[in-house]
């Protein structure tokens, strides 16, 4: 099932249902529990399809990545977080940081992992049991403040709001059994800067659960960026970077494109 979540004129979020022709039929229930299709057509402003709890983001997790960084392969998965605040909204802007000001944005594309019921010491046999869905996101990145100015720490330069768009839909575990085979781009105002596929990831998907939910609780809701390929815009000579007035978008296969312009901030 392909699952949107639309904002209606009374400001409430309603789930939908996408279908194959591209109609959406509302759905009622929980998102963590059982969903029902009413069968009746909804539309709205496009939103995230959920709001995590938690976003917990894995860096340098696929090889041709790390080598293009110059950087060791990591022993273990390389952690970092978001704030849920970071979360945009398909076709909403990407804001340019300009009151903490950074000339250096770049984009990412990610496969996001939603989970969907409690987590805790799951070993990797068993972790795709505990995946709602799976979803496109753009982890985008300060590297100034993530490389210079964060002491060390990568969450000052990621997590600046719209840092974390995600969409357009959330596909459940049933339609992706296999989320290390997805091929992953990302498209700059028409012009391919990733192309490569999940494959390549060091630490694949069940290995990154049951690491995360080691000693740790994993609840419904938190969301696990998996890492970004080769092509980053900071790797490429010269440097590719996010300027206002561009459109980037994200495609995963079986998933969709999440796309979002580029805009400045206004301080």
């Not at 860096?59 to 990591?74: D, F, M, Q, T, V």
């Not at 982890?139 to 210079?148: F, G, N, P, T």
């Amino acid at each position: 099932m392909k699952i949107v979540r639309y904002l209606q004129q009374d400001g409430k979020s309603i789930l939908g249902q996408q279908h194959d022709d591209g109609s959406v039929t509302r759905l009622e229930g929980d998102l963590y529990g059982e969903l029902k299709d009413t069968g009746q057509s909804v539309s709205g402003k496009l939103q995230s399809p959920l709001h995590p709890v938690d976003i917990l983001c894995i860096g340098l997790n696929y090889r041709r990545h790390a080598e293009e960084g110059k950087s060791p392969i990591p022993e273990y998965p390389v952690l970092f977080m978001k704030n849920s605040s970071a979360v945009q909204n398909p076709d909403d802007p990407i804001v340019l940081p300009r009151r903490l000001k950074s000339d250096r944005v770049d984009y990412e594309c990610e496969l996001a992992v939603v989970i969907g019921k409690t987590c805790h010491n799951v070993s990797k046999a068993d972790a795709l049991d505990y995946v709602l869905g799976y979803t496109c996101a753009n982890d985008v990145s300060a590297r100034d403040w993530q490389k210079e100015y964060g002491g060390g720490q990568w969450c000052r330069g990621k997590t600046f709001a719209t840092f974390c768009p995600l969409g357009p839909c959330l596909v459940t575990a049933d339609e992706i059994p296999d989320p290390n085979t997805l091929s992953i781009r990302t498209v700059l105002n028409g012009e391919v800067m990733q192309d490569w596929n999940t494959d390549d990831m060091i630490f694949d998907v069940p290995t990154l659960i049951e690491f995360l939910s080691g000693s740790t609780i994993l609840s419904p809701g938190t969301v696990i960026l998996t890492g970004t390929p080769h092509g980053v815009g900071m790797a490429r000579n010269p440097p590719v970077l996010l300027k206002n007035g561009d459109s980037v978008t994200i495609e995963i296969e079986k998933i969709g494109r999440l796309t979002n312009p580029v805009v400045e901030e206004h301080v």
